[in-house]
């Protein structure tokens, strides 16, 4: 007997490399009631699109205007019948008719302790590197649903890791990295879960 009453389809939103993607794509594959249904970027050489036909899950690129307007966004994921959204190293800011249309179902993962070394222009090496010149001692990744300021949704959950003095910007992205894809699929089923629940009361 499935966790969840109904067949939940998630799309996943990425702009790069995309190895949480696959982490994601992994730990769903057998899933009785999750499928990852959707791969959207806005980047038509993001790698994250080589791995999604790797594994024939439905792409779908957008360009940044056509997702301010919403020239064929929400129709990509009504014919995908998406449920929930995923950002997995996104790099767009969430357009307000998306945040209306799936309220408290967009997640996103950033690589620091929020509100620490969030916000515009820190994503990658330049969150690891905010780090290590504030000299942190500890930094981690947050889970956050998503609203329409960059890093700034309710937090659902941290994972921490200490930093070593010897230890440089790539280190702590290495760090980081492991805590991402240990714990970010984990989190998005108990999300669905939680939310398939309170629906039946
Ligand atoms: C991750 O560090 C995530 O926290 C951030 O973007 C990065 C994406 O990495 N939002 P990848 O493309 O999944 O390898």
Redesign the pocket.
Known sequence: MPLVDKEYHIAIF??????????IIAYFQDHPSIHVSLILSNKPD???LKRAEEHIINCALFTKSQMEKDLGVSDVLASNNIDFII?????LLIPPYLISNYPNRIL?????LLPKHGGKGM??KH?HKSVKESGETKTG??IHFVNEHYDQGTIIKQYSTSIAPEEDAEDI?AK??IL??RH?PEVIEEVIELYDFSKNF
């Open positions: 990425a702009s790069g490399n995309g190895s949480n993607a696959e982490k993001a790698y994250v950002l997995a190293g996104f790099l996103n993962i950033h690589p620091s994503y990658g969150v990744m947050t992205a980081v990295s991402e894809h970010y």
